[in-house]
């Protein structure tokens, strides 16, 4: 058989777009499993594979922080345990391993402390009101997850096995860990290029895990206040701006710490004056257009700009479902995914036009804006309720109500726990 350098895998085309075929390829190679006319044979790839979990609980149990510690700030306190999976390119992913949680062991020639092969996740798991244990669409977050790591030469796996351990991992540490109904932790799915080898190559080694942390809520109580960054963008046409990927977070830790000592609280960033993202979070605008309409508007996906949101996805479809024909209360939305400009906000906020702004993502929630800062100007932007926006404050009890079983809905994921007190 010919190197796979010289002969595609089957499925791939030859083109000069060496990015997209470069994810097929990779997706080809290291989880046929995952597409029909994919080479199955004795020579593919170990799958990843949830249901060889090998559990080894902890024999030294940590303590669980009470309210108020102020371990819960640091975001660093995670649970008893871990998931773990090493993937090699030569046989595929071997067994997945439940196991206390602790240091990972790394050679300093690995790919991920050089080259940023890293890619990760952020979920929560809730404790319901009805008791229960629950994550929010995590679908949507696995399948993100592979978008990520074959962006940047990481392996391919199926994303309902990635699933499959989360649950595994939050239904052994679930009952100790977040026992008061109405609270989360958030959980860190992530991947990195683990083999020691210096080259600037695909890494030949990679390691998955999951931990979960104990995060204070981010959401600002009196309104998030933004920064528009008018020097630096966090992603450009062509980039790998949707892939939640390390190397989109390393550089923008500057403008943030610059914007939090002028006492803002995220970026927002913006792309040749577009309007794209606020810190790591999606940015909604409310405003009544020029020709009267109300519309809720976020930038869209297409341009690969953006980071997909799950948040976002589910603010915009409720919001189609819920707020499109007046059955709300509130004035009906027409909901528009289409590039702005701040110039556009500055004429809207000008003319009285803007009726309220918010960010949201899994770790900000769905968080008013306040004001937002461009070119040395404050632009005030109006919160109906004091603290929230009207439309925002709707949305986010809504998706409250889902994720802590308030509301029975397909996307509030129900985790069965182990009972081994
Ligand atoms: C994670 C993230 C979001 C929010 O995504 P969710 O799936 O809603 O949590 C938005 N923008 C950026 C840059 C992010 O990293």
Known sequence: MAPSAITPPHGVQQTSELTTAAVARKIAE???????????????????????????KTTSPMSVPQPGD????????????????????????????????????LAPTASVLHYATECFEGMKMYRGFDGKLRLFRP???????????TRISLPAFDPAELEKLIKAMIAVDGPKWLPKPGTFLYLRPTMIGSGGALGVATPKEATLFVIATFMPPLDAPTG?????????VRAWPGGFGYAKVG??????????????????????????????????????????????????VTAPLDGKIILDGVTRRSILQLARERLTSGQSGLESLEIVERNFTMDDLVDAAKDGRIIEAFAAGTAYFVCPVAAINYKDEDLDIPMARGNSGDYAHLVKSWLTNIMYGKEDHEWGVVV????DK
């Open 70 to 105: 102020p371990i819960i700030m640091t975001a660093s306190q995670c649970t008893d345990h871990m998931i773990t999976a090493v993937w090699k390119a030569s046989t595929g992913w071997a067994d997945p391993e439940l196991r206390p949680y602790g240091n990972l062991s």
């Open 224 to 232: 998030m206040r933004l920064l528009a960054s008018t020097n630096g």
């Open 416 to 419: 069965p726990e182990v009972e």
């Open 30 to 56: 290291t989880a046929p499993e995952l597409i029909s006319n994919g080479v199955k044979t004795e020579m593919a790839p170990r799958p990843l594979d949830a249901s060889k979990l090998k559990f080894t």
């Open 139 to 149: 679908d949507a977050n696995c399948k993100r997850m592979l978008v990520s790591s």
């Open 247 to 296: 190397a989109n977070y390393g550089p923008s830790l500057m403008a943030n710490g610059e914007a939090r000592a002028r006492g803002y609280d995220q970026v927002l960033w913006l792309l040749n004056g577009t309007v794209t993202e606020a810190g790591a979070s999606n940015f909604f605008v409310v405003w009544r257009s020029k020709e009267g309409k109300v519309q809720l």
